[in-house]
């Protein structure tokens, strides 16, 4: 998956509900996938100003703070694909950002946090935190930053790129492990 | 591949082409047995199987509706997915990490070396250890266990390091890279393990033993096969005398049809097999097949399978090398000095990236969260594979009120843990973290206890027909011809995980019942 098709805008989409853009920070891992590019998501269900929030709220959930923007807006594209399937999930989302209230994206972490302890129990909450767990760590953005390698098969596996390289510990000797396959 | 009749009154007819329904269907095929064999799930191959963790998952889980009550903590933790065990031809052999370890023989005399456990409903074993440890042997060699009959052991991981230098500080001796499911050298026409770690997305190498490419082409090949994919089991019917004679399945097309049967061997994983018999129910059996002992779904048991992860200074990459290639047997006895009775292994794990905040790490969000996964690299993984304790309570039932996409009541799984189980959780979780705390690990912490992944003894084996569903063989106490040919069978757990276990019930199984065949009795 390239991050960059997946935050493409959507051109085709012409009931566009809003936008969230960005550029991506220099010196971010995103960085050095698309170095100085500009991305964007094109919103079918929320607000420009609900996705801005939105996004706010997954970095206070999980705050890695040198991970890109962008990162965090795969998570805002993914709860906007799912509140523009279900009128339910929508309404839920939308007043969910109308009680954080205007002032929640510029006001302090511990504050946020206070906001959204609140309403740890809310369905809101919980959908926006399963959301940013499953989304945020599993693109090519986050791999780079928390140094993920993922797939090896058509690497021909770690057998001989490092999964045996640990150097700080002992090696195990022989009879406890055995010998790389020749 | 055979096609046999719908009307055809001579086949075997097996539910679920996993461990056991994989393993029985070419045991009885290559016997000149023909065999019906019903599964759920698509068929996949090493070259379809999805690299990308979210789509494996999509790909290969069971994820029909399931509901969960009781004190466990995966009713919180993981609502809606009581389980975690696949629906696709192979079964859960697809998404296994194949750690293979054989049981203790006094863990098959649960009853007798436990004593009366209060709250429990141990039993002992119909089948004596020497018995099953024949089968155990040609288990082993059917699936190429590593470290028995010659077969080299697979090579020492980083995160495998780190869990051999914590143990041999804690003085543990019996530490080694696990006998394991997982070819070291090219074998039997497959190829070695390139330490990938994608054992759980399936192993594209066809490294690791899956009945979807070992046992279900052998049984192919004998032309007695006819393998019906994307085939789910409804009910299994009777005859007036009280013998099953058919199964009635919604074939890929969603019609229903109803294949004629001799006999039914049914494998569809702990949940399923009890769940199956009890929505069979009849005028004749109105509590579900086989279950006038009023046993079947009960005795549920799991294993306490859970995490112990550790942060250090330096990178330890977990996810590269084969996922469980690590084990520590030394606590695998009994003592009820230690607080409970049973044992545990300490076995490796990692987890991939998007797998690791959804399944790995304890309820959480916020800074303290963040941090631990800003430590990604750094971090090492341990599990405890541990006996839990059967209890009558503890039980697969139909849910009257939730209905899953067949209209079939869905299958309620409750647990109540058992102070021993908890005991033993503690006490496993406290050693694997002096393990770490012996290497100067940053931060250690428990992860939760994950989807149960060993499903058994819900239709259990035992001597008396009250206390279980089936005979010794696996042979249902009521119904002759109806046999359960999964983990379902175990009468007790114990601490291994559970698959070769159940490889060598089904081929110990699969030898009855042509014999039995054979002589006209069934
Ligand atoms: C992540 C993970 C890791 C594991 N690692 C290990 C390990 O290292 N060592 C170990 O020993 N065990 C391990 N296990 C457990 C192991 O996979 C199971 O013990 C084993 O596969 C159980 O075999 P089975 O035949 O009972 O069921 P399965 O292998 O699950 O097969 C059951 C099949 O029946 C089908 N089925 C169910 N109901 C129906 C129906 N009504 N009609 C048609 N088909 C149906 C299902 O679709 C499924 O394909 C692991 C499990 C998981 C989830
Ligand atoms: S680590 Fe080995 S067994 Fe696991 S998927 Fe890779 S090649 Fe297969």
Redesign the interface.
């Known amino acids: 998956m390239d991050p960059l098709t997946t935050l493409h805008r959507r051109e085709f989409l012409k009931t566009s509900t809003g936008l969230l853009t960005g550029l991506v920070a220099a010196g971010s891992s995103l960085a050095l996938l698309a170095p100085g590019r500009a991305w964007a998501v094109d919103l079918t269900a929320l607000s420009s100003a609900e996705a801005a929030t939105l996004l706010v709220v997954a970095r206070t959930i999980a705050p890695h703070d040198k991970l890109d923007d962008a990162a965090y807006a795969l998570v805002i594209q993914a709860v906007d694909g799912d509140a523009s399937k279900d009128d339910k999930t929508r309404q839920m989302i939308r007043e969910g950002v109308a009680s954080l209230g205007a002032g929640f994206p510029g006001s302090p972490e511990s504050e946020r946090v206070e906001a959204l302890k609140k309403m740890e129990a809310s369905g809101f909450f919980q959908s926006m935190r399963l959301k940013t767990l499953q989304v945020l760590y599993s693109n090519p953005i986050a791999y780079a930053y928390f140094g993920y390698e993922g797939e090896a098969f058509s690497k021909g596996g770690y057998l001989f790129r490092g999964f045996n390289d640990l150097r700080w510990l002992p090696e195990v000797p022989l009879a406890d492990s055995g010998a790389l396959p020749a | 591949m055979a096609r046999i009749d719908l009307h055809d009154e001579g086949a075997v007819v097996i539910i679920g082409s996993g461990a056991g329904g994989g393993t029985l269907a070419h045991e009885l095929t290559r016997r000149g047995i023909p065999v019906v064999l019903l599964e759920a799930g698509k068929r996949q191959s090493t070259a379809t199987f999805s690299?990308?963790?979210?789509e494996a998952f999509q790909q290969l889980t069971w994820l029909d509706t399931r509901t969960q009550s009781g004190s466990w903590g995966v009713a919180r933790d993981f609502p809606g997915l009581p389980s975690w065990h696949c629906k696709t031809a192979g079964g859960t052999t697809v998404h296994w990490t194949a750690s293979t370890p054989r049981l203790e023989p006094w863990e098959l005399r649960a009853k007798s070396t436990y004593g009366h456990v209060p709250g429990t409903s141990l039993i002992d074993w119909p089948i004596s250890y020497p018995e099953l440890k024949n089968y155990y042997l040609l288990a082993e060699r059917r699936l190429g266990v590593?470290r028995r009959n010659g077969v080299?052991?697979?090579?020492?991981?980083?995160n495998?390091?780190?869990m051999?230098?914590g143990a041999k500080k804690l003085g543990y001796k019996r530490?080694?890279?696990g006998h394991m499911a997982i070819n070291?050298?090219?074998r039997d026409g497959r190829g070695?393990?390139?330490?990938?770690?994608?054992c759980v997305q399936g192993c594209?190498?066809g490294a690791k033993w899956s009945t979807l490419y070992t046992e279900i082409p052998s049984a192919e090949a004998t032309g007695k096969l006819d393998l019906r994919i994307e085939c789910r089991a409804m009910r299994i019917e009777h005859g007036a005398n009280g013998r099953v004679n058919a199964v009635v399945y919604r074939d890929s097309q969603g019609q229903e049809q109803r294949q004629k049967a001799r006999l039914v061997c049914v494998a569809g994983n702990g949940i399923e097999t009890p769940r199956l018999l009890l929505l069979s129910e009849s005028a004749k059996f109105p509590q579900g097949l086989a279950n006038s002992s009023d046993q079947v779904g009960r005795n549920y048991c799991h294993q306490i399978v859970g995490y112990v992860w550790g942060i250090f200074d330096?990178?330890?990459?977990s996810?590269?090398?084969a996922t469980v290639a690590g084990v520590v047997e030394d606590e695998v006895f009994n003592d009820p000095k230690r607080g409970f009775v049973g044992g545990y292994r300490i076995e490796l794990v990692a987890l991939?990236?998007?797998t690791?905040?959804?399944v790995g790490l304890p309820y959480g969000?916020?800074?303290d969260?963040?941090s631990i996964?800003?430590e990604?690299?750094n971090i090492a993984g341990l599990l405890i594979n541990g006996e839990d304790m059967p209890r009558a309570e503890n039980r697969i039932t139909l849910n009257p009120e939730v209905k899953d996409a067949f209209g079939l009541p869905a299958a309620n799984v409750h647990v109540d843990e058992h102070p021993n189980d908890q005991a033993l959780r503690k006490h496993a979780q406290g050693q694997m973290s002096k393990m770490y705390a012996a290497?100067g690990a940053k931060r250690i912490f428990p992860g939760p206890s994950l989807p149960a992944t060993h499903n058994t003894c819900s239709a259990r084996m035992s001597a008396e027909p009250r206390d279980g569903v089936t005979n010794g063989w696996g042979q249902t106490h009521d119904i002759p011809n109806l046999f359960i040919s999964d983990g379902s069978m175990m009468s007790t757990p114990g601490s291994a995980n559970p698959t070769l276990t159940i490889v060598a019930l089904v081929l110990r199984q699969a030898e009855y019942i042509s014999r039995q065949m054979a002589a006209g009795k069934i």
């Open positions: 690299q990308v963790p979210g590593t080299p052991g697979l090579p020492a991981s980083n495998f390091k780190v051999y230098a530490v080694h890279t070291s050298r090219s070695f393990c390139i330490q990938q770690g994608f594209k190498m330096q990178p330890v990459y996810w590269r090398g991939d990236l998007p690791m905040p959804q969000w916020g800074r969260f963040a996964m800003e990604y690299r290497l």
